[in-house]
T-cell receptor, first 114, second 112 residues
Framework: GQQLNQSPQSMFIQEGEDVSMNCTSS?????WLWYKQDPGEGPVLLIA?????ELTSNGRLTAQFGITRKDSFLNISASIPSDVGIYFC??????????????FGTGTRLTIIP | ETGVTQSPTHLIKTRGQQVTLRCSSQ?????VSWYQQALGQGPQFIFQ???????GRGNFPPRFSGLQFPNYSSELNVNALELDDSALYLC???????????FGPGTRLTVL
């Protein structure tokens, strides 16, 4: 099945550093969602974006819905140990049938080096 | 407010067997979606249920089937298990008309 392209694939950073990751698609989405997944658990919703150009924050996390509607970006400021995990973007189209499926990215694995 | 729950947590089956996974949606949600997540990959959409009917299906064969019950809980059934069916199966609940989907902890299926 289709997966969106996320980069970087993995990141090794020190505590306190800022993090940036992005997600690109060949097709347009109406909604972008960012999730974080810890090992052996389900994805947890971090931020939802509904409009092209929208910039939304959730604490130290900031995400943007790209103007072309084919990409999205997630930034984490001043990283802390609990930020470790895998971050997934997900795009969604909405139709008259309601909420359509989520198409997920390939994931960005964030590791904090002591 | 109760979150999405799934059972069982882990399951080991052999090739050719059948399996049923269960999901209880978050309180107030009427739509359930199922996803398969292979190791090292993002979740892949299997199908979605709304009002006890399938409301969209991904690229999965007919041996993957589902049900939704009047209380909005759902089951995923997989017949004739294959080795490649080994994965984390995730259930997500949402409300029709709202875009956000909330995931359960998943069921880890191993097929030997």
């Amino acid at each position: 099945g289709q997966q969106l392209n996320q980069s970087p694939q993995s990141m090794f950073i020190q505590e306190g550093e800022d993090v940036s990751m992005n997600c690109t698609s060949s097709s347009i989405f109406n909604t972008w969602l960012w999730y974080k997944q810890d090992p052996g658990e389900g994805p947890v919703l971090l931020i939802a974006l509904y409009k092209a150009g929208e910039l939304t924050s959730n604490g130290r996390l900031t995400a943007q819905f790209g103007i072309t509607r084919k990409d999205s970006f997630l930034n984490i400021s001043a990283s802390i140990p609990s930020d470790v995990g895998i971050y997934f973007c997900a795009g969604q189209r909405t139709s008259n049938f309601g909420n359509e499926k989520l198409t997920f990215g390939t994931g960005t694995r964030l590791t904090i080096i002591p | 407010e109760t979150g999405v729950t799934q059972s069982p947590t882990h399951l080991i089956k052999t090739r050719g067997q059948q399996v049923t996974l269960r999901c209880s949606s978050q309180s107030g949600h009427n739509t359930v979606s199922w996803y398969q997540q292979a190791l090292g990959q993002g979740p892949q959409f299997i199908f979605q249920y709304y009002r006890e009917e399938e409301n969209g299906r991904g690229n999965f064969p007919p041996r993957f089937s589902g049900l939704q019950f009047p209380n909005y809980s759902s089951e995923l059934n997989v017949n004739a298990l294959e080795l490649d069916d080994s994965a984390l199966y995730l259930c997500a609940s949402s409300n029709r008309g709202w875009n956000e989907q909330f995931f359960g902890p998943g069921t880890r299926l191993t097929v030997l």
